[in-house]
């Protein structure tokens, strides 16, 4: 079965604190995407990063930060420094080949609140 | 830059009523989707469509159906509105590549509230 899982569905930091969100994936795909998507509340999703399941190097994007281990299916999401303007619901997401024709799957997101 | 356009941002129905939900992408991509959005539960897909004309359901497809004469275009039907189709409809659309979905791209959602 294609899943995504995000476990925490709330967290609250305080400014330039750093907070690391979970993703936990299950696929039968040997080739797959993952994403990171950022909602503000206007509503519309924006793309943060994607990542191949063949590269499992880590990437950095000034404060964010990615972790890839296939060993453990998981692609962690941290925010260095947090600010106000990162509050926002983020979401994990999956896309594959043979058994997720055309599809994504979604986790149910992990709300952020950064607080001054 | 990727576009992805849905008609309206609110939209306010009665019961009964029949909905069409447009959604418009600019890059040429083969794949378009419909999402809804609702607290608590995420994005859940109600219909894609692969290419012109084609279409698979989602995990959700009861009470909605789907239109794609052009490839640009995606139509959402509530073919007969209810209050539990409350929410918030996500259109988005990604290309397909080397047999991978790449990333999608969203518009901005419509809010449709149904009394």
């Known amino acids: 079965a294609q899943k995504v899982t995000q476990a925490q569905t709330e967290i609250s930091v305080v400014e330039k604190e750093d907070v690391t969100l979970d993703c936990v994936y299950e696929t039968r795909d040997t080739t797959y995407y993952l994403f990171w998507y950022k909602q503000p509340p206007s509503g519309e999703l924006v793309f943060l990063i994607r990542r191949n399941s063949f590269d499992e190097q880590n990437e950095i994007s000034g404060r964010y930060s990615w972790n890839f281990q296939k060993s453990t299916s998981s692609f962690n999401f941290t925010i260095t420094a947090s600010q106000v303007v990162d509050s926002a619901v983020y979401f994990c997401?999956?896309?594959?080949?043979?058994?997720?024709?055309?599809?994504?799957?979604f986790g149910s997101g992990t709300k952020l609140n950064v607080k001054p | 830059d990727v576009k992805v356009t849905q008609s309206s941002r609110y939209l306010v129905k009665r019961t009964g009523e029949k909905v069409f939900l447009e959604c418009v992408q600019d890059m040429d991509h083969e794949n378009m989707f419909w999402y809804r959005q609702d607290p608590g539960l995420g994005l859940r897909l109600i219909y894609f469509?692969?290419?012109?004309?084609?279409?698979e359901k989602g995990d959700i497809p009861e009470g909605y159906s789907v239109s794609r004469e052009k490839k640009e275009r995606f139509s959402l039907i509530l073919e007969s509105a209810s209050t539990n189709q409350t929410s918030m409809y996500l259109c988005?659309?990604?290309?397909?590549?080397?047999?991978?979905?790449?990333?999608?791209?969203f518009g901005q959602g419509t809010r449709l509230t149904v009394v």
């Open positions: 469509s692969y290419d012109v004309k084609m279409k």
């Open positions: 997401a999956l896309s594959g080949g043979v058994y997720n024709f055309n599809k994504f799957y």
């Open positions: 988005a659309s990604s290309l397909w590549e080397d047999g991978l979905n790449t990333e999608a791209f």
